[in-house]
RNA sequence: GCUCCCUUCGUCUAGUGGCCUAGGACGCUGGCCUCUCACGCCGGUAACAGGGGUUCGAAUCCCCUAGGGAGCGCCA
């Protein structure tokens, strides 16, 4: 059998991380078995799809690296074809009209709700209208079995069993002529030939529908895997309160896309203790009957920790690439100072996110904007000026800016002041960083550059807490 | 209300009748390392929702209860 799966989001906002995972599922297991991974997008609900939340999502599956194979399909372009098998289904007697109106189902719903019933279409015009009342534009229904039962074969779940009388007589056209959601839905599963839905759970109460549906057509349904919902760190629903939810919020908090992605891969699935997968690894190992068939909560601590994994281990290069996309942000032209593999060096295993390592790497490129006064009440002593005085001059002497050569000085100058390596080391640090933190001093004054170092180390003899008091 | 789904440390999970005085990871925490911040290393903390069965033996199988979630639209 041919392996085809099908993300289907409706673009009624942004790529969100609960739809990135449902998407991942479904690109691995296509990937897994050298299937064909599809992208459709479900607008059929005009009111709310907008060209703005489509590109969102193209842009955030682009940026994860879930390419697709066919697509994106828009629902909104194949009307005629649902109705073509909507008219079909009329003609087989598999649908039919209905012209109750919108009060009378209303009237209804909240009569069976009074009698602690489940509300549902009690099939009025299912036996066919002799006498449509002028004027009213019927919808169309799928007339569902009346009697027996209907098994989903889930991946997941296993075997869910729902008896047809629960399920009503579903409207597949509006009176408009709109197709609805869970019939254009089964036709274009069927279109496209999809062998299995991987979904949100949401939709579990949906497949009886879908199910019924599809055989009414007379075609092999696909298999359904339902993935369970992600939940906020408080365990409950996941929503804008919690933070991140969209996926490019995390691309702009300086998360790496493969960080995004083994987080969401271990958010309901694991391969016995480990932690840390590859894209390869993931496609090699995954399988979606391993899902959890509970919700997950979302973990922002473990996220944090594995894009700091990613940063602490793959190539510069790339890091580099990501974070000159950070830097830029903060207005800093990284072609302008210390080569951003030197620094991507440095700096990989003290931050936790792109962003955090851009925002202290600005010194690297530009002068600080003052001191940090707590670092500067810590530091800066008196005692210290000396010795940065004579730090600067000695710096003046040597040519060479190397490294192990800066700290052979740094030790040298604290030595024969009398001073522990560390209490210049941090008068230092705060000169040319203009706070208590950062990498090694040597080698941030390596990156620094000469010419800055010293005019900067020159800049803070002029702190007041550096200058003697006035005597009379 | 009805139908369906779910339930192992705070969180993600391992576990498929004996290997479990329940393992790993994040977090938190004690220590080591140390020019700051980090990294790293060593140690600690903490869970089978509750109750009944089945069995020589149950986190694992069955039933009930409780709690959580989803669906019940001319939304998707």
């Not at 489940?118 to 007339?143: E, I, L, Q, T």
């Not at 962003?355 to 530091?379: H, I, L, T, W």
Request: charged residues 25%; proline residues 6%; glycine residues 8%.
């Amino acid at each position: 059998m041919t392996v085809r799966t099908r993300f289907a989001p409706s673009p009624t906002g942004y790529l969100h991380i609960g739809g990135a995972r449902t998407a991942l599922f479904c690109w691995l297991h296509a990937r897994k078995h050298g299937g064909t991974f599809i992208l459709r997008i479900e607008d059929t609900d005009i009111e709310r799809s907008t060209a703005e939340s489509v590109n969102a999502i193209l842009e955030g599956m682009t940026w994860l690296g879930l390419e697709y194979d066919e697509g994106p399909f828009f629902q909104t372009r194949r009307f005629p074809r649902y109705r073509e098998v909507m008219e079909q289904m009329l003609r087989d007697g598999r649908a039919y009209y209905c012209y109750c109106s919108k009060e009378r189902l209303e009237q209804l719903r909240n009569e069976q709700m009074a009698r602690k019933e489940k509300p549902r279409y009690d099939g009025r015009c299912r036996a066919g209208v002799p006498n449509p009342p002028a004027g009213v534009k019927p919808v169309v229904r799928f007339k569902n079995p009346q009697g027996g039962s209907i098994v989903v074969e889930d991946l997941i779940r296993g075997r869910v069993v729902f008896q047809n009388a629960e399920l009503d007589d579903l409207i597949i056209a509006r009176a408009d002529g709109t197709p609805t959601y869970n019939f254009t839905v089964v036709v274009d599963d069927m279109d496209m030939k999809i062998s299995h839905v991987i979904r949100g759970d949401d939709h579990l109460n949906n497949t009886p529908r879908q199910l019924n549906m599809l055989q009414a057509l007379g075609v092999e349904p696909p298999v359904y895997a339902h993935v369970p919902m992600i939940l906020g760190p408080d365990g409950s629903r996941l929503s804008k309160r919690h933070g991140a939810v969209s996926v490019m919020q995390y691309r702009d908090e300086g998360y790496l896309p493969e960080a995004l992605l083994n987080y969401l891969v271990r958010l309901g699935w694991s391969h016995g203790d480990q932690e840390i997968f590859s894209l390869d690894e993931m496609i090699e190992l995954f399988d979606v009957k391993d899902v959890h068939s509970s919700a997950a909560a979302i973990n922002p601590d473990k996220l944090l920790w594995l894009n700091q994994h990613y940063l602490k281990t793959s190539d510069p290069a790339h890091i580099a690439h990501h974070l000159s996309y950070h830097l830029g942000r903060l207005g800093v032209d990284p072609s302008k100072g210390p080569d951003l593999l030197e620094v991507v060096k440095v700096q990989r295993e003290r931050a936790k996110t792109l962003a955090e390592m851009a925002q202290n790497s600005v010194f690297f490129y530009r002068d600080p904007q003052g001191y940090d006064e707590k670092a500067v009440a810590k530091y800066l002593k008196k005692e210290i000026a000396p010795a940065l005085q004579a730090f600067g001059e000695r710096l003046m002497q040597c040519s060479a800016w190397d490294p192990a050569t800066l700290h052979a000085l740094l030790e040298e100058t604290a030595k024969s002041g009398g001073l522990e390596f560390g209490k210049l080391a941090q008068a230092v640090r705060i000169a040319i960083a203009g706070r208590a933190v950062s990498p090694p001093i040597d080698v941030s004054l390596h990156l620094v550059g000469r010419e800055r170092s010293l005019r900067l180390l020159h800049e803070v003899l002029e702190h007041p807490a550096l200058k003697p008091p006035h005597h009379a």
